[in-house]
């Protein structure tokens, strides 16, 4: 009993102690990320009111900047919005502030001494209610300071949520030691006491010299039941490691692994209910005439699969080339339809490009120019200057074509996918200001001395620099880029914070990997079976008789490296020959831009 007392008593203190542990580092990453969300949004909010209220506070519109921040500052946790004058004076607040502030705080001489925007977090004068301030200072036209910007957020929903986490992890500790300690209990009792005082009497009997039988267990002999618990209790350990593991897993995941509805409270969360646009030149759904009839296929490509979540997460638009020789059948009189066919979750905007077009603007320009370009590949990029006019002449039809989409859409979000359309950006954010611009370039970024092969590199560049954001894969093409910027283009490239200003308006520039997610979607347990059985079975089932199969799939692409994979192989089979006719390898290729010469000799070579 004083075992089993002592027992649960450790078990107590250890799960109070290990949870509360947790419970103290969940609430600090609580607190920190969301005082990091706050900021950050207080951040945007600021950038984005500074364009607005710079041009009337130069002008002295005392009535324009009072209908400004009483706008604005109806939002959500926002407590109000105030414009000072360069002596910290306010010009115009929100009213809700004048309950706060007698007069609203500005840290005139922080903001004097650094170059960006101050972040504040204080209690209101002692009372419950905290306050985060974002401080902006205004420049006029000679980029003089004529006032500043204060946002002022109502931060106590940070608390509320760090003391919600608490009271629940009050009751999880209650519940889990009183379960905990019932099941310890049992288990002491039935597993442990009674077999190891069945087990001594027996042996006390046996060392005593009297001859005993073996004790009279449950369903056998003394090792039985030994085995037997030992057993349950490895394949119940197995289970709650297999089930501990799922849930790390999961928790661990918990940033990255999307769901359905999760990226749809996500983006509606990121996007503050505005609407998003994505231009691409590969479409989602082509039609195309089959026989008699029209049908639509789902065109391969990563960027399909990567996208259209997000626009069926928020019921956005997607702007693309159509390219299906049955797409003018299947849209309305604007050129859109509902997609996809058989659950529409978001629209589809086909723009059509003639013939002459597309040959110059993607064969010429996109792939026998940049294409190579960028890569560094052992092919020369062509540039040819009827090509440039089709590439200026599409991305300007393009750039007509969302235009017309944003139209009484108020900051609407675009997301220009990729080589295709490097002047887009400037198009729309010199017609839309309001606008948020991201690019992402799907390929990488040569260095500057390569990438100024090409004749119309500043244009290339200008055009890029009118995004609000720019996205390479890797970090390393996020600095080729820079450098480029630096060394082509009359700008200000600012390396600590990865952006360009150019024109007054910034541009950020950042790394987002993407690739293929290689986790199991099945999570059902199976059998477990030797992988030389699964192998087996593949090359039986293949009709293969080699002992290893090897695999490719590729677009076929001079940057994919497939020759240089079949020279890899017969150098193996040439070094190693005892795996000739043990050794099998399969290379699945799709034909691509045959229309171009330097890719239809290459699908000669492959």
Not at 37 to 44: Q, T, V, Y
Not at 471 to 500: D, K, Y
């Amino acid at each position: 009993m004083r075992l089993s007392l002592r027992l649960i008593l450790f078990l107590v203190i250890g799960i109070t102690l290990v949870t509360f542990l947790v419970a103290r580092n969940q609430v600090r990453g609580e607190k920190r990320g969301l005082r990091a969300d706050l900021e950050r949004r207080a951040g945007i909010l600021a950038e984005s009111l500074q364009e607005i209220i710079e041009p009337a506070l130069e002008r002295g519109s005392r009535d324009s900047l009072r209908r400004i921040v009483e706008r604005y500052g109806n939002r959500e946790r926002l407590a109000g919005v105030v414009v000072y004058d360069p002596q910290g004076n306010v010009i115009a607040e929100t009213p809700s502030l004048t309950s706060l502030f007698n007069q609203p705080p500005v840290p005139i001489k922080e903001l004097e001494a650094g170059q960006g925007g101050s972040s504040k977090f204080f209690d209101h004068d002692g009372k419950s209610m905290a306050i985060h301030g974002y401080f902006l200072p205004l420049h006029s036209k000679s980029s003089s300071v004529i006032g500043y910007l204060g946002i002022f957020h109502d931060a106590s929903y940070i608390e509320a949520q760090s003391v919600r986490i608490w009271r629940e992890t009050l009751w999880h500790v209650v519940a889990q030691v009183l379960l905990i300690v019932l099941i310890t209990v049992l288990i002491i009792r039935w597993t442990i006491i009674l077999p190891i005082s069945r087990t001594a009497q027996w042996m006390k009997d046996v060392r005593a010299g009297r001859t005993v039988s073996r004790p009279s267990l449950p369903k056998g002999d003394f090792l039985e039941p030994f085995t037997r618990e030992v057993q349950n209790l490895t394949e119940s350990l197995v289970e709650a490691r297999a089930a501990a593991e799922q849930e790390a897993r999961l928790r661990e995941t918990g940033e990255s692994l999307w769901t359905p509805e999760r990226l749809r409270v996500s983006i509606q969360k990121k996007a503050l209910q505005n609407t998003l646009f994505v231009v691409s030149n590969r479409e989602p759904y082509m039609h195309v005439h089959r026989g008699k009839g029209v049908e639509m296929i789902i065109p391969a490509s990563g960027l399909v699969t990567a996208l259209e979540p997000i626009l069926r997460a928020c019921d956005g638009e997607w702007i693309a080339s159509g390219s299906g020789d049955a797409d003018r059948e299947t849209v309305d009189e604007a050129d859109r339809l509902r997609v996809p066919p058989d659950k529409p979750e978001y629209t589809l905007k086909r723009v059509f490009l003639t013939k002459e077009q597309e040959e110059g603007y993607y064969y010429g320009f996109s792939n026998e120019g940049l294409w190579p370009l960028c890569h560094i590949a052992h092919t020369r990029p062509i540039f040819r200057t009827s090509d440039w006019q089709a590439y200026q002449d599409a991305n300007r039809k393009f750039a007509d074509a969302v235009l017309s989409e944003m139209e009484g859409v108020e900051k609407p979000l675009v997301l220009v996918q990729d080589y295709h359309f490097a002047l887009l950006p400037r198009m729309l954010k010199d017609a839309r200001p309001d606008a948020r611009i991201a690019i992402f370039w799907h390929i990488p970024w040569p260095n500057p001395q390569a990438f100024g092969i090409c004749p119309w590199q500043r244009e290339l560049l200008d055009g890029l620099l009118g995004a609000d954001l720019i996205g390479f894969h890797i970090q390393a093409h996020c600095n080729n880029f820079l450098e480029t910027v630096e060394a082509a283009v009359e700008s200000r490239v600012e390396w600590e914070r990865f952006a360009v200003k150019r024109h007054g308006h910034m541009t950020l520039v950042r790394p987002f990997p993407i690739s293929v997610d290689f986790r199991e979607k099945h999570a059902e347990p199976r059998e477990r079976v030797s992988p030389y059985v699964l192998r087996a079975s593949l090359l039986k089932k293949l009709g293969i008789e080699a002992n290893f199969l090897g695999i490719g799939v590729d677009r076929i692409d001079y940057t994919k490296g497939i020759v240089e994979r079949f020279r890899g192989i017969e150098r193996f089979l040439q070094k190693y020959p005892d795996y000739v006719g043990k050794f099998t390898f399969v290379q699945i290729g799709a034909p691509s831009r045959t229309q171009i010469p330097r890719y239809h000799q290459f699908l000669e070579e492959v």
